[in-house]
Structure formats: C-alpha cells, structure tokens
C-alpha cells in the first residue's frame, strides 16, 4: 500500500517542512527555558544577597557600638571586631574582608565587611555575589560627670539579705561599679559619692490603738495596746549618713554600712516616703562643681535607689504623726504635692534624676488600715523606674543598680 509523506505533499519537500508544525511547542520551549530560568536564577540570588546585607549591616552596626563602650579609644576597634567575630551569624556567605578603625582625632568608629554569596547557577565555577557594608559609630566627647547615688535600704527584720548585700560591696563599691556601667556603653563617673539612709517605722505600732468593744460594753486593745510617744514606732526609725566620696571615704562608708543590723517592722507598710524625702534633701551635686584636681562638673547624676519589701504608708499616716520624733512639716511635707515639687526642685538636677525601685511598687500589705501604698503615687513620678526585682539587687547588687543608672542612655551616634 502506498503511502504519502506530509512533508512532501504537494511535491515540494521544502514546501511541505515549513507547513508542518508538529514539534513546535518543545522547539520553543527549549529556546526560552534556559533564559528563564536564568532570570529566575538571578531573582532568587539578588533576593539572597538582599538578605545577607540586611544581616550584615546589622551586625556590623552592632559591633562598631559595642566597640564606642571601651573605655580607652585605642581598645575600640579591637573591641569591635572581636564582636563580630563572636556575635555574627551570617548564613548564606563567607567573609572576604573585615576591618574596624578609630579614628582618635574625630571618634570615629569605622567597621566595613565585604562577604561573598555564590550564585545558582555559577557556583561549580565561581561565579558569586560580593556584599559589602559599612558603619560608624561617633563617640560624643565625653563630659567631667558626678554621680550621687543616695540609697533607701529598709532595713526591718526581713530585708537581712539586702542589708548583707551592701556590706559586702562596700569597701569596692565604686571600682566595681565603674566597670559595671563601662560594660553597659557608659562611661565611669569622675566623681562617685555615696549616701546611705535606713529605714524602719515611724508608726508602725500604732495598729495596737485599734480597739474593740467586748460583750459587756467595755473597750478593748486586742493588739496590745494602748501605746503612745516614741513607742509607736521603732527605736531607730531612720538613720541616714552623709555622702561619702569613693574611693577616698572607702573605710568610712564601709565602717557606716557595716552597723546597722535588719529588725523591727512588720509584715505590712513602713516609712518609706520618709526616706524618699529625706534623700530629696540631699546635699546634690550641681553642674558647675568643682570635683578636684581642677574638673569641673559639665554633667550630674542625681540618683535615689530604694530596697523594700514593703508597701509605704502615705503621708500624714496618724501613727506616725502621733510620733514625737516624727519630722516637722517643714521637712516632711503632709502631702504628695509637697513631696513632688521636693523632686521637681531645682536643688535637684532635672536632666538625668532617677529614682530606682527595687521590689514591688505595686505590693498591697496594708491588713490593719486598707490604705493606698505611697509607692502607688511615686511610681508616677517622672524618672521612676522599677529595673530589677528585690531578690535580683540581692543576688546582683552592682549590676543591676548599674543597669538602673545606665537606663536608656545612648553615647553613640550610629551612621551607615
């Protein structure tokens, strides 16, 4: 049987071939997959490289500012690239080239890393994308700074472990400090001085007044009482310190810290706010002090640290006024508005006041009355802040009244 090819219908066998479309679709497609492919190719690479210089620049950043917290600007660069060598994390990629820099005339820190990121489909001969970033960090030049560091301890008979704590750091207080707040990007203070105030209760007893009425009429004190004078309180309900200058007042701090022993109080408020007042009042540095050695103060830190386990009574609690060793109104203020506008004074430094709270703001152990803790009302205030738990300062005395210090601040100016 005969029969006829297509490719030569109509006779002309060149005629036939370009009217025949068979194969068409796998003629085309093998023209455009390899420029497709390699389009994708190239979009998923730039996507990765993409990422890479996300990563890298964030790393980077964060080295050159760690680099700034060396205290010597000699040590920065080294300080900075031994963070990114431990720090960075960067997949995708392999290190070229990295260099950190200080530039000692204008504070400069410089970090510039250069990766590599191979691509799909040149990676089995090389071919691969080459990601670089750079960072500065400028280090503001650094001001003669005082800080007073004036503590609150409540030293009623439960806080032994506060009381211990501060003992035991006192004789190296500011060196340990010091480093602590380095650590931390801030620079050590030119001068350190250091008060302390303990507090108990100035009417702490005064719950044994509440009386009762028994079945025949008669008026009872079922909490011991009737007391009255100094009784209401206990026997040393404040004690407080002058500032000591560290490392030259080193022994005497010591000596001072080292007498007073936890007791008295309760499982319920103290006098709290009479210490916070009492810090208040503090003889504060000022801007323009001299601090020796010819310095003069261009920055202070007027800080207040309070250790309590306990709520506070608030002002003109009765008890407490009833105590003949209670403060005048000229000193303690009767009111929570007298008590802010101490704060808000001018006799302390607005710029960088802090009052750090260690313990509980929030504590509710009022059983006898059902008043408001003071603390309630202070934690309102304007640089209060609440920066580790009681039991943490206990444990981590320095550093975490350093991280309360150091807070939010930021010497360095990061640019890209």
């Known amino acids: 049987m005969k029969t006829s090819n297509p490719i030569f219908k109509n006779g002309s066998p060149l005629r036939g071939f370009k009217r025949d479309l068979r194969g068409n679709v796998a003629m085309m497609f093998g023209l455009t997959f390899l420029p497709v492919f390699g389009l994708l190719s190239l979009s998923v690479d730039y996507g990765r490289a993409v990422s890479l210089k996300t990563q890298m620049q964030s790393a980077v950043d964060e080295a050159v500012l760690a680099g700034t917290s060396a205290a010597n600007g000699a040590d920065r660069a080294t300080v900075a690239q031994t963070y990114f060598d431990a720090a960075s994390h960067l997949r995708g990629g392999t290190v070229t080239s990295r260099t950190f820099a200080h530039n000692a005339t204008t504070g400069v820190l410089t970090?510039?890393?250069n990766m590599s990121q191979p691509m799909m489909l040149g990676q089995n001969w090389g071919a691969a994308f080459n990601v670089g970033v750079t960072a500065k960090a400028t280090v503001s030049s650094i001001k003669v700074r005082a800080l007073d560091v004036v503590m609150c301890i409540d030293a009623t008979g439960s806080m032994d472990n506060t009381l211990g704590a501060v003992q035991t750091n006192a004789l190296n207080f500011k060196t340990n400090l010091d480093a602590a707040m380095v650590a931390l990007g801030m620079p050590a203070a030119d001068r350190t001085r250091v008060r302390v105030i303990y507090f108990r209760d100035f009417g702490g007893n005064g719950y044994r007044n509440i009386?009762?009425?028994?079945?025949h009429g008669n008026?009872?004190?079922?909490?011991?009482?009737?007391?009255?004078?100094t009784a209401l309180g206990d026997s040393v309900p404040l004690l407080a310190s002058g500032f000591y200058t560290l490392s030259a007042d080193n022994n005497a701090y010591s000596t001072f810290v080292s007498g007073p022993s936890a007791g008295g109080g309760g499982d319920w408020p103290e006098s709290g706010l009479e210490c916070l007042?009492?810090?208040m009042r503090s003889s504060w540095s000022q801007v323009g002090d001299s601090l020796g050695d010819g310095k003069v103060a261009e920055v202070v830190y007027p800080i207040i640290s309070i250790y309590t386990d306990a709520g506070s009574h608030p002002p003109s609690f009765p008890a407490s006024l009833a105590n003949p060793s209670y403060p005048s109104a000229a000193i303690m203020p009767r009111d929570y508005a007298g008590l802010l506008a101490k704060w808000n004074s001018s006799s302390i430094d607005q710029t960088n006041k802090k009052i750090l709270f260690y313990g509980n703001p929030d504590k509710v152990d009022d059983t006898f009355y059902n008043l408001t803790s003071g603390w309630q009302t202070i934690k309102t205030w304007t640089g209060f802040s609440n920066p580790a738990s009681l039991t943490s300062a206990n444990v981590s005395f320095i550093s975490t009244l350093a991280n309360g210090i150091v807070g939010d601040h930021k010497t360095p100016t990061l640019t890209q």
Not at 211 to 215: A, L, P, R
Not at 219 to 229: A, R
């Open 111 to 113: 970090g510039t890393v």
């Open 211 to 215: 009386t009762s009425t028994d079945s």
């Open 219 to 229: 008026i009872t004190y079922p909490y011991g009482g009737p007391v009255s004078g």
């Open 277 to 279: 007042n009492e810090a």
